[in-house]
């Protein structure tokens, strides 16, 4: 098989390459839509300047427009933003530490306007905000190693600052005068700004300035001028194309994405694209090759553009392409250590090309002329740069040459001493020769390519004979499955060659004669055994990503969304007719994982609620219902009448239908019009808590005000009592911490008398009229360890490792206060893990009566109330801490019994 890299090498011609890349980036380093437009327009005339027929496509950038559930982003344009101290800071000379007309990463992008004279605002930490600092009107100095997205963005909004000020890096102390590129920056854990997203106000600083900024601010009040003429507002995402013709109208493609402010993200990838069509043209029209296929360049914003071309393309691309190279990240620099090759392996449920196996060859010939250069190769599955070879578009797509050259989304990629342009002629050569290959594959080639695809993939089958695999599973079936991949891959060869000598070829392929059987299942996998209930089928193209169908406070997901979780890969496989269990066991196959327990339930549930907003069609097989709930709800002993304290994990049951509201309504319908029930609506305003200030985004205020717009966000209790709070008929305690929602008859009763600041569980806490009224406290997809009522027994009987907690809530009017609030139960108990700890051993040894039914994958309990008061204040009354775990190495249990 004819080397073509060394001529693809001579072909790069530095000074054309080196003056489009850094035309583009001049435009595209503003960040603003005019400029982005602009640098689309240059591709697209170099591109008819060059002789091709291109091709230039307009998307809706209003913010709302979504394709393959990425929610395109709203325009965005500046011309001055700057940041400028007021207060004289030690350690920086220059007040104005943000201008975006001297560097425009300065500005973060989507922020919006001050007024015309601009805003004094004072500057306040993320710690102090974390330690109750009203950051109202303000802006909030991030921690160094606190990355500008979503939890923080959500926090620092919520608390009403304007904005932030970062100083984050990826690769802190290697750059301290860089400045980040902050992309991603959106409170909804998402890439880009969308029609209903709050306004912000925010930089991006040298991490050298963010550290003597940080300093005084927790030296004294440090106050800043802020100015910015930034808007939102609806444009138009451009892309191009252009397309060199082959004797096959099936097409390679080559991607690069427009729309980022980096030299190697991506304005050099884009021009190196062009640079290999050029040199296929030329090869073609010389006739050193003979193009069989088609290439065509896509230049598009990442993953969102890229989304809206391939829907203008028909958005199932199994037809129209064999494959595509993403070219992002187009390694540029001098470091030639270690060169990253990432590639999306060929899923089998995807007919195509044998984009790997010629990757392969392309690898070795550029190991043979460059020998210096050392490749680490990995399968890097689905993202943004592979998104592609998702089933439900057909186009396997391989990734390469990712640099880890300890720049990354920052100013300092764009220094042009990093350019190294023999680098970039060497990785230019590796992409165009993928791309030449898969273009010009003859039946010669072919025949010489067999015997080595052939050789490796036996090789693969005897390694995955030998390794260890999920207990219980089928052995045979995981080796058959992967062998029918390595077949198919050889298979696909039949795109270039004789189809009749590749299946002589592929029947080489052989069954190891030996297979390490799975373990026998020593432990229970109840998750991944139910998910054999669940068929799912995809109703909507491309990964859930943006979300904009689910409710806010129901996705549940981190930045990302699907994409770049190993779950993709079993999303991809769900083609409604294979079991859940039969996707997951694939993906496990294919990519060589295992996932928890934990994992296939999660993922379980968030595929239900995928399915709800339409992103999946799901076909359950015995699903719970609310008929079923109220049949096992009376045969745990409930009954009409009754008062009940209601601890819930809908999740843990497996699948309810109707979630929240059948089982509220389970509830309902077993009580009756004379029956209450109440669950705990718990919120998190904790400054303070167990002698340690809070560090994480979940703090709050609770928020007095029925109204108030914090006053549903703080409930972190469930499912259950989240939809309780939106009933008219539901009742609420209205403490600070430990809040009670109730139902029924004596709902308002229950809660009534429950002060804002009282103990938690002290005197006036619902549960002490709970006990007055004989209830029960029932589990309900939950174990026993949540048993709050057991605190309130604690409360009541005196015991002195009660502590006090520092909460903050917003008063009537609106303001702000901290307050202190005495008997909080901290620290490690002997019940919190269930049914089968030393508490229940003994509570049950004592009398207690514990009711258990099984449901679904849940078994529910039910306890009455008295039993537990009168056995454990017994319990404690001789053993002052008999609820505490007494294990020697259990810091709290140890300092408190001391």
């Given at each position: 098989m004819r080397?073509?890299?060394?001529?693809f090498?001579?072909?790069?011609?530095?000074?054309?390459?080196?003056?489009?890349?850094?035309?583009i980036?001049?435009h595209?380093?503003?960040?603003?839509?005019?400029e982005?437009?602009?640098?689309a327009?240059?591709?697209?005339?170099?591109?008819?300047?060059e002789?091709?027929?291109?091709?230039?496509?307009?998307?809706?950038?209003?913010?709302?427009?979504?394709?393959?559930d990425?929610?395109?982003?709203?325009?965005?344009d500046?011309?001055?933003m700057?940041?400028?101290l007021?207060?004289?800071?030690?350690?920086?000379?220059?007040?104005?530490?943000?201008d975006?007309?001297?560097e425009?990463?300065h500005?973060?992008?989507?922020s919006?306007a001050?007024?015309?004279?601009?805003?004094d605002?004072?500057?306040v930490?993320?710690?102090?905000?974390?330690f109750g600092v009203?950051v109202?009107?303000?802006?909030v100095l991030?921690?160094q190693?606190?990355?500008?997205?979503?939890?923080?963005?959500?926090?620092?909004?919520?608390l009403?600052?304007?904005?932030?000020?970062?100083d984050?890096?990826?690769?802190?102390?290697?750059?301290?005068?860089?400045?980040?590129?902050?992309n991603?920056?959106?409170?909804?854990g998402?890439?880009h700004?969308?029609?209903?997203?709050?306004?912000?106000?925010?930089?991006?600083?040298?991490?050298?300035?963010?550290?003597?900024?940080r300093?005084?601010?927790?030296?004294?009040?440090?106050k800043?001028?802020?100015?910015s003429?930034?808007?939102?507002?609806?444009?138009?995402?451009?892309?191009?194309?252009?397309?060199?013709?082959?004797?096959d109208?099936?097409?390679?493609?080559?991607?690069?994405?427009t729309?980022e402010?980096?030299?190697?993200?991506?304005?050099?990838?884009?021009?190196a694209s062009?640079g290999?069509?050029?040199?296929l043209?030329?090869?073609?029209?010389k006739g050193?090759?003979d193009?069989k296929?088609?290439?065509r360049?896509?230049?598009a914003?990442?993953?969102?553009?890229?989304?809206?071309?391939?829907?203008?393309y028909?958005?199932?691309?199994?037809e129209?392409?064999?494959?595509a190279?993403?070219?992002?990240?187009?390694?540029?620099?001098?470091?030639?250590t270690?060169?990253r090759?990432?590639?999306?392996?060929?899923?089998s449920?995807?007919?195509g090309?044998?984009a790997?196996i010629?990757?392969?060859i392309?690898?070795?010939?550029?190991?043979?002329?460059?020998?210096?250069i050392?490749?680490?190769?990995?399968?890097h599955?689905?993202?943004?740069?592979?998104?592609?070879?998702?089933?439900?578009?057909g186009?396997?797509?391989?990734?390469?040459?990712?640099a880890?050259?300890?720049?990354?989304?920052?100013s300092s990629?764009?220094?042009?001493?990093?350019?190294d342009?023999?680098?970039?002629?060497?990785?230019f050569?590796f992409?165009?020769?993928w791309?030449?290959?898969?273009?010009?594959?003859?039946?010669?080639e072919?025949?010489?390519?067999l015997?080595?695809?052939?050789?490796?993939?036996?090789?693969?089958l005897k390694?995955?004979?030998e390794?260890e695999?999920?207990?219980?599973?089928?052995?045979?079936?995981?080796?058959e499955?992967?062998?029918?991949?390595?077949?198919?891959?050889?298979?696909?060869?039949?795109?270039?060659?004789?189809?009749?000598?590749?299946n002589k070829?592929?029947?080489?392929v052989?069954?190891p004669?030996?297979i390490k059987?799975?373990p026998e299942k020593l432990e229970a996998t109840?998750w991944?055994?139910?998910?054999?209930?669940?068929?799912?089928?995809?109703?909507?193209?491309?990964?859930?990503?943006?979300?904009?169908?689910?409710?806010?406070?129901?996705?549940?997901?981190g930045?990302g969304?699907?994409?770049?979780n190993?779950?993709?890969e079993?999303?991809s496989?769900?083609?409604?007719?294979?079991?859940?269990?039969?996707?997951?066991?694939?993906?496990?196959?294919?990519?060589?994982?295992l996932f928890?327990?934990?994992e296939?339930?999660?993922w379980?549930?968030?595929?239900i609620?995928?399915s709800?907003?339409?992103?999946l069609n799901?076909k359950?097989?015995?699903?719970?219902?609310?008929e079923?709930?109220?049949?096992?709800?009376?045969?745990?002993?409930?009954?009409e009448g009754?008062?009940?304290?209601v601890?819930?994990g809908?999740s843990?049951?497996?699948y309810?239908e109707?979630?929240a509201?059948?089982?509220?309504?389970?509830?309902s319908?077993?009580?009756?019009?004379n029956g209450t029930?109440?669950?705990?609506?718990?919120?998190?305003?904790?400054?303070m808590?167990?002698?340690s200030?809070?560090?994480?985004?979940?703090?709050r205020?609770y928020d007095?005000?029925?109204?108030?717009?914090?006053?549903?966000?703080t409930?972190?209790?469930?499912?259950?009592p989240?939809a309780?709070i939106?009933?008219?008929?539901?009742?609420?305690?209205?403490?600070?911490?430990h809040?009670?929602?109730?139902?029924?008859k004596?709902?308002?009763?229950?809660?009534?008398g429950?002060?804002?600041?009282?103990?938690?569980t002290?005197?006036?806490?619902?549960l002490g009229?709970?006990l007055?009224?004989?209830?029960s406290?029932?589990?309900?997809?939950?174990?026993p360890?949540?048993?709050?009522?057991?605190?309130?027994?604690?409360?009541?009987?005196?015991?002195?490792?009660?502590?006090?907690?520092?909460?903050q809530?917003?008063d009537?009017?609106?303001?702000r206060?901290?307050?202190l609030?005495d008997?909080?139960l901290?620290?490690?108990r002997?019940f919190y893990g269930?049914?089968?700890?030393?508490?229940?051993?003994e509570?049950?040894?004592?009398?207690?009566?514990?009711?258990?039914?099984?449901?679904?994958?849940a078994?529910?309990?039910?306890?009455?109330?008295r039993?537990?008061?009168?056995i454990?204040?017994?319990?404690?009354?001789e053993?002052?801490?008999?609820?505490?775990?007494?294990?020697?190495?259990?810091?709290?249990?140890?300092?408190?019994i001391?």
């Amino acid at each position: 098989m004819r080397d073509y890299m060394k001529t693809f090498e001579s072909m790069f011609d530095e000074k054309w390459f080196l003056e489009h890349t850094l035309n583009i980036y001049r435009h595209e380093k503003k960040q603003t839509y005019p400029e982005i437009e602009k640098a689309a327009r240059y591709i697209y005339n170099l591109l008819c300047e060059e002789g091709f027929d291109a091709e230039y496509l307009e998307f809706p950038a209003d913010g709302k427009t979504c394709y393959q559930d990425k929610c395109m982003a709203i325009g965005w344009d500046v011309n001055k933003m700057s940041l400028e101290l007021i207060t004289k800071v030690p350690g920086i000379e220059n007040p104005v530490i943000a201008d975006y007309e001297r560097e425009p990463l300065h500005a973060v992008k989507h922020s919006v306007a001050t007024p015309p004279e601009g805003l004094d605002v004072r500057i306040v930490t993320e710690s102090q905000m974390k330690f109750g600092v009203d950051v109202k009107g303000c802006l909030v100095l991030l921690d160094q190693r606190t990355q500008p997205r979503c939890d923080a963005i959500r926090m620092l909004l919520d608390l009403g600052a304007i904005g932030w000020v970062s100083d984050y890096s990826e690769n802190p102390n290697m750059n301290p005068d860089g400045v980040y590129w902050a992309n991603a920056a959106t409170e909804s854990g998402v890439w880009h700004i969308k029609e209903g997203d709050r306004d912000f106000i925010s930089f991006q600083i040298s991490e050298k300035n963010g550290t003597a900024l940080r300093q005084a601010c927790s030296n004294g009040v440090v106050k800043a001028h802020i100015f910015s003429d930034a808007k939102r507002y609806e444009s138009k995402f451009p892309a191009v194309s252009a397309y060199l013709p082959g004797k096959d109208k099936r097409e390679i493609w080559i991607l690069a994405h427009t729309c980022e402010p980096l030299v190697n993200d991506n304005s050099n990838g884009v021009v190196a694209s062009i640079g290999i069509l050029k040199a296929l043209r030329e090869l073609s029209e010389k006739g050193e090759i003979d193009l069989k296929y088609s290439v065509r360049v896509v230049f598009a914003s990442e993953l969102y553009g890229m989304s809206a071309v391939c829907e203008y393309y028909g958005g199932d691309l199994s037809e129209r392409t064999i494959g595509a190279i993403n070219m992002d990240g187009f390694t540029c620099t001098s470091d030639r250590t270690v060169q990253r090759m990432l590639t999306s392996k060929e899923a089998s449920d995807i007919p195509g090309s044998a984009a790997n196996i010629i990757l392969d060859i392309t690898d070795a010939k550029f190991k043979k002329n460059h020998p210096e250069i050392k490749i680490l190769k990995r399968d890097h599955g689905m993202g943004d740069d592979t998104f592609f070879g998702d089933s439900s578009i057909g186009m396997p797509t391989v990734w390469i040459f990712y640099a880890p050259h300890g720049y990354h989304h920052n100013s300092s990629q764009n220094d042009k001493s990093l350019i190294d342009l023999s680098m970039s002629g060497a990785n230019f050569a590796f992409s165009a020769e993928w791309v030449r290959a898969m273009a010009t594959l003859t039946e010669d080639e072919v025949k010489e390519i067999l015997p080595g695809a052939v050789e490796k993939a036996n090789e693969v089958l005897k390694a995955e004979a030998e390794k260890e695999i999920r207990p219980g599973s089928d052995a045979k079936a995981r080796m058959e499955f992967i062998r029918n991949r390595e077949v198919c891959k050889i298979k696909n060869l039949a795109l270039w060659g004789n189809t009749d000598e590749i299946n002589k070829a592929a029947e080489r392929v052989i069954m190891p004669q030996v297979i390490k059987e799975a373990p026998e299942k020593l432990e229970a996998t109840p998750w991944y055994d139910y998910c054999e209930n669940f068929v799912f089928s995809r109703a909507m193209r491309g990964f859930p990503h943006d979300m904009p169908n689910i409710p806010k406070e129901r996705k549940l997901m981190g930045f990302g969304g699907m994409l770049y979780n190993k779950f993709a890969e079993v999303f991809s496989k769900m083609d409604g007719v294979k079991t859940l269990r039969a996707a997951i066991d694939e993906a496990e196959w294919d990519r060589g994982f295992l996932f928890t327990e934990a994992e296939i339930k999660t993922w379980l549930h968030r595929c239900i609620m995928f399915s709800e907003y339409g992103y999946l069609n799901m076909k359950a097989k015995n699903p719970l219902t609310k008929e079923g709930l109220v049949e096992a709800l009376r045969s745990l002993g409930v009954k009409e009448g009754d008062t009940l304290v209601v601890h819930s994990g809908i999740s843990g049951m497996g699948y309810l239908e109707g979630g929240a509201d059948a089982m509220l309504g389970a509830i309902s319908e077993v009580i009756g019009e004379n029956g209450t029930f109440m669950a705990p609506s718990f919120t998190n305003p904790y400054l303070m808590f167990d002698g340690s200030v809070n560090s994480g985004y979940a703090f709050r205020p609770y928020d007095t005000r029925k109204d108030g717009n914090l006053r549903d966000k703080t409930v972190r209790t469930g499912l259950l009592p989240k939809a309780m709070i939106k009933r008219d008929d539901a009742y609420r305690s209205g403490h600070a911490t430990h809040e009670w929602v109730a139902m029924g008859k004596d709902a308002e009763y229950i809660v009534s008398g429950h002060g804002l600041l009282d103990a938690p569980t002290g005197e006036t806490s619902p549960l002490g009229k709970a006990l007055e009224k004989n209830a029960s406290v029932v589990f309900l997809g939950c174990h026993p360890g949540s048993n709050t009522f057991l605190h309130y027994v604690e409360t009541m009987a005196g015991v002195s490792y009660t502590e006090p907690a520092v909460v903050q809530y917003v008063d009537k009017e609106g303001r702000r206060c901290n307050a202190l609030i005495d008997r909080h139960l901290f620290g490690c108990r002997n019940f919190y893990g269930g049914i089968n700890t030393a508490y229940y051993d003994e509570a049950k040894k004592r009398g207690l009566h514990i009711y258990e039914v099984p449901f679904g994958l849940a078994t529910l309990y039910r306890m009455e109330l008295r039993e537990l008061y009168d056995i454990t204040t017994q319990m404690i009354k001789e053993d002052e801490f008999a609820l505490l775990c007494k294990k020697p190495d259990c810091p709290f249990c140890k300092k408190m019994i001391k």
